[in-house]
Structures are given as structure tokens and as C-alpha cells.
Antibody, heavy 117, light 107 residues
């Protein structure tokens, strides 16, 4: 069974950084691209970006490219999202998802990030 | 960026009714479109990929169609578990973009 479990969310002050993790199991992690999607409270889904199997290719939505960094550790079957200079607009549920072509066939349950002083 | 416009934003419907949700792209996306269901607890599930291919395990009352810029998701006979949010996603061109969502609610 494919399982994706996000962690690392919580309350963070504006301007600070936070790193989310996504633990994958039930499939061969290093065979797949992986990605992140977020959802602000009461809003729709927003694609953040994706990373290929060996981290040699990473794509971001342009508005987040300078703030967010996607990485992965294939030995640990874990995907990461490093977020910096956080603002209130980054308050959202963050989902990791597998990028089986076509993309995003399996999603995690999401983790909440709240940016507030 | 390619904009996806979903309509309606809210769709009241009764059990057993057939409903259709529309997703219109700002330019041709060559059938590179998926449909997702999001339940109130946040769980997201892919229903249809590449416009019309039903995900394994998804009931056959769900179907997708379309081409060019116009796509739709239909549910032939609503069941109680179908009341949820629905989103389309285009992956024809980076950045990938989602539609604004359609809330399917019980009338």
C-alpha cells in the first residue's frame, strides 16, 4: 500500500524558516518524481513543485522559487520542503504527492503550517 | 500560466441525480488533465487522469471527457459519499495549475 506521511508542520513566526518532511512507503521511492501541493484555508490547491528521482531536476511554481527548496533522501525514502522567509500568505495545509505520470496519483494526508506572531 | 476555470463553484444536487462539472483552460492543454476529489477531512484522491481514464478502484459512475480547452467530469448517479470538493489539474505546461474547485453539496 502506498503511504505518504507529512510531518514538521506547526506554528512559526513570520520571517522564520521551517522544513517539512514526507515519509514514503509501499513503493520504490527512488523510481518516482515527487512533489508538493498546498492549500490555504478556505482556498483551492496550489502546485508548489516537484523533484526527479536523483534530484537532478527540480521544478517550482515561479512565485515560490526563491522561498522554497525541494529535496529528497532516497536512502531514507523521504521528501523535504524547506521554506524560508515565511509570511502569513504561506499559512496552509501542505501535501506531498507522488508524481506517477500522469502526475499526483497518491497524496499524503497533509500537514498544517501556521505563520503567525 | 494556464488558468483553469471550474464551474459551477457550488453545485447543489440530490441523491441519484446526474451532475457535470466543467473545467475550461485558458489555452489548449491537449488532454493533459486530471480530476481529484477532496473530502472534508482533507483526503485527496485522483479520480480520472488524462481527461478520461478512470483510476483503478474508482466507481464507474464517474467519467471524464473533453478536448482542447474544455473538459468535464460527470457523475451519473450521485451517492452520499460523492458530496465533496472536486478539482481539475492541468499538467500540459509548467507551472501546473489547478482549477478553483467545485463544491458538490446535498440539496
Amino acid at each position: 500500500e502506498v503511504k505518504l506521511v507529512e510531518s514538521g508542520g506547526g506554528l512559526v513566526q513570520p520571517g522564520r524558516s521551517l522544513k517539512l518532511s514526507c515519509a514514503a512507503s509501499g513503493f520504490s521511492f527512488n523510481d518516482y518524481w515527487m512533489g508538493w501541493v498546498r492549500q490555504a484555508p478556505g482556498k483551492g490547491l496550489e502546485w508548489i513543485g516537484e523533484i526527479n528521482q536523483d534530484s537532478s531536476a527540480i521544478n517550482y511554481t515561479p512565485s515560490l522559487k526563491d522561498k522554497f527548496t525541494i529535496s529528497r533522501d532516497n536512502a531514507q525514502n523521504t521528501l523535504y520542503l524547506q521554506m524560508s522567509k515565511l509570511g502569513s500568505e504561506d499559512t496552509a495545509i501542505y501535501y506531498c504527492a507522488r508524481v506517477s505520470w500522469p502526475p499526483f496519483d497518491y497524496w499524503g494526508q497533509g500537514v498544517m503550517v501556521t505563520v503567525s506572531s | 500560466d494556464i488558468q483553469l476555470t471550474q464551474s459551477p463553484s457550488t453545485l447543489p444536487a440530490s441523491l441519484g441525480k446526474r451532475v457535470t462539472i466543467s473545467c475550461r483552460a485558458s489555452q489548449s492543454i491537449s488532454n493533459s488533465l486530471n480530476w481529484y476529489q477532496q473530502k472534508p477531512d482533507g483526503t485527496v484522491k485522483r479520480l480520472i487522469y488524462s481527461t478520461s481514464t478512470l483510476e483503478s478502484g474508482v466507481p464507474s459512475r464517474f467519467s471524464g471527457s473533453g478536448s482542447g480547452t474544455d473538459y468535464s467530469l460527470s457523475i451519473s448517479s450521485l451517492e452520499s459519499e460523492d458530496f465533496a470538493m472536486y478539482y481539475c489539474l492541468q499538467y500540459a505546461t509548467y507551472p501546473w495549475t489547478f482549477g478553483g474547485g467545485t463544491k458538490l453539496e446535498l440539496k
